[in-house]
């Protein structure tokens, strides 16, 4: 593996400075460049490599080598395009130039998921010629914003991508030193929901105290989605087996970046309220700024309402719930609309079996005898509920290339090099033990 590193670092690099932000149209070229350069490498590692595209979408890479007679196939799955970088004043470094400090490599992708894509990349170089496994590696260009052609990429090259074992490589590891299995994820469950009160924006002074305005209204809607303790107060959600782990406080507040005297939100353990229990949080207000304010009753107001909903419950069945709450408790009896729906499926799965037990093993020799752990995650990967959709009979290991401070998705997103390296290596020795499983089915 010490061979290989270099250049897959060099590879990461250039990865990274390419910026694919596929929510942005004016960079869908950039998003192409990409998908371009990550079919390069993997045909310069003797794959057969093509760029695939359905129309109003945006390209993949798919990858492929057979397999040796009587060995199982590998679906080796990253994603090359990344979120936006936000403003560029909180990032410390350029976003789309890799910079080392301190152990880590930053940069916007640089872990989330272009790291994915390189440690498929190390594993693939560190067997060379000698692949003890079929390999078919997938490279998807939406994940950030909705993964809106997958479905149709996958039912298009379904034969393709039929695989014995699926590796998700888009997830974190437990902590700097422990590697781990991702067994379960929450689901998506989130609208915009547009309040109205008024025909038009009139005088506070003249009608304040009677004509109820928007932003009062939304506020106090919005206000009973949680009880007194932070808990989600909308009924009918499902909550998920309690998972045995610990999560101390004084991590989750530094990980998290929770200012001293902030209480924490909900009851029952961290993991829980993290993993097996519903969220919801208001990512986004439609209201008049600040900065361009008049003493005006608003007649409009929005709110985008992300929900992340338990592994057992069903997107669509929990978002009707959310929007029966709010209907039931709207204001003044203020009229709500909803749009934009933003709906994923969760993920669980019974990690049992041979298929889990060579990824265990590999964990364990590439972090020197440590033994990994299984966890959850809060955050939702809609499109594994889709894979395992298709190809039921795959075993499905989701994996990480994260740790708790890398910071996906916000400004100095960075990857702990000496993880990434273990993470290439825990790869490079799964793929040679799983050649060596004679039964790769998921457990019944």
């Given at each position: 593996?010490?061979?290989?590193?270099?250049?897959?670092?060099?590879?990461?690099?250039?990865?990274?400075?390419?910026?694919?932000?596929?929510?942005?149209?004016?960079?869908?070229?950039?998003?192409?460049?990409?998908?371009?350069?990550?079919?390069?490498?993997?045909?310069?590692?003797?794959?057969?490599?093509?760029?695939?595209?359905?129309?109003?979408?945006?390209?993949?890479?798919?990858?492929?080598?057979?397999?040796?007679?009587?060995?199982?196939?590998?679906?080796?799955?990253?994603?090359?395009?990344?979120?936006?970088?936000?403003?560029?004043?909180?990032?410390?470094?350029?976003?789309?130039?890799?910079?080392?400090?301190?152990?880590?490599?930053?940069?916007?992708?640089?872990?989330?998921?272009?790291?994915?894509?390189?440690?498929?990349?190390?594993?693939?170089?560190?067997?060379?010629?000698?692949?003890?496994?079929?390999?078919?590696?997938?490279?998807?260009?939406?994940?950030?914003?909705?993964?809106?052609?997958?479905?149709?990429?996958?039912?298009?090259?379904?034969?393709?991508?039929?695989?014995?074992?699926?590796?998700?490589?888009?997830?974190?590891?437990?902590?700097?030193?422990?590697?781990?299995?991702?067994?379960?994820?929450?689901?998506?469950?989130?609208?915009?929901?547009?309040?109205?009160t008024l025909h038009h924006g009139v005088h506070s002074g003249m009608w304040g105290g009677v004509a109820p305005d928007a932003l009062t209204s939304l506020i106090r809607l919005l206000a009973t989605l949680h009880d007194a303790d932070g808990n989600v107060a909308v009924q009918g959600l499902v909550t998920g087996a309690v998972a045995d782990l610990r999560y101390p406080e004084d991590r989750l507040r530094s990980e998290a970046g929770i200012l001293d005297g902030v209480e924490l939100m909900g009851t029952g353990s961290v993991v829980e309220r993290l993993w097996t229990k519903p969220a919801i949080s208001i990512v986004a207000l439609d209201a008049t700024r600040v900065a361009d304010a008049?003493?005006?009753?608003?007649?409009?107001?929005?709110?985008?309402?992300?929900?992340?909903?338990?592994?057992?419950?069903?997107?669509?069945?929990?978002?009707?719930?959310?929007?029966?709450?709010?209907?039931?408790?709207?204001?003044?009896?203020?009229?709500?609309?909803?749009?934009?729906?933003?709906?994923?499926?969760?993920?669980?799965?019974?990690?049992?079996?041979?298929?889990?037990?060579?990824?265990?093993?590999?964990?364990?020799?590439?972090?020197?005898?440590?033994?990994?752990?299984?966890?959850?995650?809060?955050?939702?990967?809609?499109?594994?509920?889709?894979?395992?959709?298709?190809?039921?009979?795959?075993?499905?290991?989701?994996?990480?290339?994260?740790?708790?401070?890398?910071?996906?998705?916000?400004?100095?997103?960075?990857?702990?090099?000496?993880?990434?390296?273990?993470?290439?290596?825990?790869?490079?020795?799964?793929?040679?033990?799983?050649?060596?499983?004679?039964?790769?089915?998921?457990?019944?």
């Open positions: 593996m010490a061979a290989v590193l270099p250049s897959v670092r060099a590879a990461l690099e250039d990865l990274v400075r390419i910026p694919s932000v596929g929510a942005n149209p004016a960079r869908h070229d950039d998003v192409r460049r990409s998908a371009e350069a990550t079919a390069t490498l993997f045909r310069e590692a003797g794959l057969d490599t093509e760029v695939v595209e359905v129309e109003g979408g945006l390209p993949a890479v798919i990858a492929h080598k057979p397999a040796p007679e009587g060995k199982p196939t590998v679906l080796l799955y990253a994603h090359h395009d990344v979120q936006p970088e936000g403003d560029r004043a909180d990032w410390d470094t350029e976003p789309f130039e890799p910079t080392e400090r301190d152990g880590r490599l930053y940069g916007r992708g640089a872990a989330d998921d272009k790291a994915g894509i390189a440690a498929h990349l190390a594993a693939i170089r560190a067997h060379g010629d000698n692949l003890p496994v079929g390999v078919t590696v997938f490279v998807e260009g939406e994940e950030e914003h909705g993964s809106q052609s997958l479905p149709a990429i996958l039912e298009r090259h379904r034969d393709l991508l039929a695989s014995d074992v699926i590796v998700i490589a888009d997830s974190a590891n437990w902590d700097i030193g422990v590697p781990s299995l991702t067994t379960s994820l929450r689901g998506l469950a989130g609208c915009v929901v547009e309040l109205r008049s003493n005006t009753l608003l007649p409009v107001a929005r709110a985008k309402i992300s929900m992340r909903i338990a592994p057992g419950d069903d997107s669509r069945t929990a978002l009707g719930r959310l929007q029966e709450h709010l209907l039931a408790h709207a204001p003044f009896g203020a009229q709500l609309n909803f749009s934009d729906d933003d709906l994923g499926e969760p993920f669980a799965v019974d990690a049992r079996g041979p298929v889990f037990d060579a990824a265990r093993a590999a964990f364990r020799e590439a972090w020197d005898d440590t033994e990994p752990v299984d966890i959850g995650v809060g955050g939702s990967i809609p499109f594994i509920a889709q894979f395992a959709e298709m190809f039921p009979q795959a075993a499905i290991l989701v994996t990480g290339v994260e740790d708790p401070d890398t910071r996906a998705h916000g400004a100095n997103e960075g990857l702990h090099l000496a993880e990434f390296e273990r993470v290439c290596l825990a790869e490079a020795l799964l793929l040679l033990k799983l050649a060596d499983v004679s039964a790769v089915s998921s457990p019944e």
